[in-house]
T-cell receptor, first 112, second 114 residues
Framework: DQQVKQNSPSLSVQEGRISILNCDYT??????FLWYKKYPAEGPTFLIS?????DKNEDGRFTVFLNKSAKHLSLHIVPSQPGDSAVYFC???????????FGTGTRLKVLA | NAGVTQTPKFQVLKTGQSMTLQCAQD?????MSWYRQDPGMGLRLIHY???????DQGEVPNGYNVSRSTTEDFPLRLLSAAPSQTSVYFC?????????????FGQGTRLTVV
């Protein structure tokens, strides 16, 4: 029973365009959401996060949007760069158990 | 600036063997956790710890044991390795489970069980 879902296993985007990665969740106890980026043979690295009391957080080219009523969050990368090519995981923290649950990941490929 | 250190980086085991994957962090973080990454399955939580002496089960705990005798170390034990435990294992730590902070990951241990 996947509590955090990333329904797109892969995404290809042209350099300079916007990349939009989506994530859905089912657990209403999640109160903190994060995006991680992972290159091959490396551990995941933190990218950006958002608290459940906010609906948007921006950091440079990266913006995360949270729609609590739809239990949906998205990561926007503008403009996309070839170095952004990686696997992106969304994660959510359960405010009751403090477990961090990850999605299945989306492989982003930015084409030069 | 070590961060989260996992050893070994690679390991091949025979079915039925036991081994311990080591994880150490030097950031004085309270919260530590173990994940496994499998194709199409993302990162799944095996066990986690909110502080020394406290551990709890994650999503896929069967076949694994953990202990947290110190703040720095959080070893993961495979009691009797099975081919289904072939995976890449990641250890992570964060300052606290309650603060809104990110988790820092180690470089991973690639385990093959034959």
């Amino acid at each position: 029973d996947q509590q955090v879902k990333q329904n797109s296993p892969s995404l290809s985007v042209q350099e300079g365009r916007i990349s939009i990665l989506n994530c859905d969740y089912t657990n209403s106890m999640f109160d903190y959401f994060l995006w991680y980026k992972k290159y091959p043979a490396e551990g995941p690295t933190f990218l950006i996060s958002i608290s459940s009391i906010k609906d948007k957080n921006e950091d440079g080219r990266f913006t995360v949007f949270l729609n609590k009523s739809a239990k949906h969050l998205s990561l926007h990368i503008v403009p996309s760069q070839p170095g952004d090519s990686a696997v992106y995981f969304c994660a959510a923290r359960d405010s009751g158990t403090y477990k961090y649950i990850f999605g299945t990941g989306t492989r982003l490929k930015v084409l030069a | 600036n070590a961060g989260v250190t996992q050893t070994p980086k690679f390991q091949v085991l025979k079915t039925g063997q036991s081994m311990t994957l080591q994880c150490a962090q030097d950031m004085n973080h309270e919260y530590m956790s173990w994940y496994r990454q499998d194709p199409g399955m993302g990162l799944r939580l095996i066990h986690y710890s909110v502080g020394a002496g406290i551990t709890d089960q994650g999503e896929v705990p069967n076949g694994y044991n953990v202990s947290r005798s110190t703040t720095e170390d959080f070893p993961l034990r495979l009691l009797s390795a099975a081919p289904s435990q072939t995976s890449v294992y990641f250890c992570a730590s964060s300052p606290s489970d309650r603060l809104n902070t990110e988790a820092f990951f180690g470089q991973g241990t690639r385990l093959t069980v034959v």
